[in-house]
């Protein structure tokens, strides 16, 4: 496979269940990004992970917590979220964190919370 | 602080019809970088195009074209004979150059629809 991959595409989920979203790059790069899309919204970071360690923590409620056990895989786990938590979950990667370096996309994760 | 502005929320054209998408910027470096993106319905994000702020020159990719100015910090997209595949949200973004972050910042977003 090339480029960033996410899974699952869809899911749904209750407010009690704790579920994880997967993004593998195949890029080689070095800096990995989570990003929530909601609907009529900006783009907004989550977290930031550079070789492995999390340089950006965004004020995300600690209900979501980010996994990088190598520069490739970025899991980010999910447990008693609410519905204002419905969105499309975004993975990125670039080459490096200084700017100036393009940020590619993974496909999204299309969460709904019941 | 930075910001982006894409003031244009929705835009519907006919088919063949040329269309120009605004993106208005804001920072306070002297060294930026501007980004347009495309999201179509399937949801990734598909990178188009990397300005630096040292570099003013307009460049032109088949039907699409971007128009950089820094004495009105705006970085335009232009889309020539649109075709229905180009429906989509066009995001521009901009990044500054500092030790860590290479934050984007992205605007709002403008959702181009073109019809048959």
């Known amino acids: 496979e090339t480029g960033v991959t996410q899974t699952p595409r869809h899911l749904v989920m209750g407010m009690t269940n704790k579920k994880s979203l997967k993004c593998e790059q195949h890029?080689?790069?070095?800096?990995m990004y989570w990003y929530k899309q909601s609907a009529k919204k900006p783009l907004e970071l989550m977290f930031v992970y550079n070789f492995k360690e999390q340089t950006e923590n965004n004020s995300v409620p600690s209900r979501f917590s980010p996994e990088c056990p190598n520069s490739s895989h970025l899991f980010l786990h999910l447990h008693t979220l609410q519905p204002e938590d419905s969105a499309l979950y975004l993975c990125?990667?670039?080459?490096?964190?200084?700017?100036?370096?393009?940020?590619?996309f993974g496909p999204g994760t299309r969460l709904t919370v019941l | 602080a930075q910001k982006v502005t894409q003031a244009q929320t929705e835009i519907s054209v006919v088919e063949k019809e040329d269309v120009t998408l605004d993106c208005v910027y804001e920072t306070r470096d002297t060294t930026y970088y501007l980004f347009w993106y495309k999201q179509p319905p399937s949801g990734e994000l598909v990178f188009l195009i990397r300005r630096n702020s040292f570099d003013e020159q307009n460049e032109i990719s088949g039907r699409y074209s971007w128009n950089f100015q820094k004495s009105t910090s705006s970085f335009n997209f232009t889309i020539t004979a649109s075709q229905v595949v180009d429906s989509a949200v066009y995001f521009c973004a901009l990044s500054v150059f500092y030790n860590q972050g290479g934050k984007l910042i992205f605007g709002q977003g403008t959702e181009l629809s073109v019809k048959p």
């Open positions: 990125a990667s670039s080459q490096e964190l200084a700017g100036g370096h393009e940020q590619f």
């Open positions: 890029l080689g790069h070095n800096a």
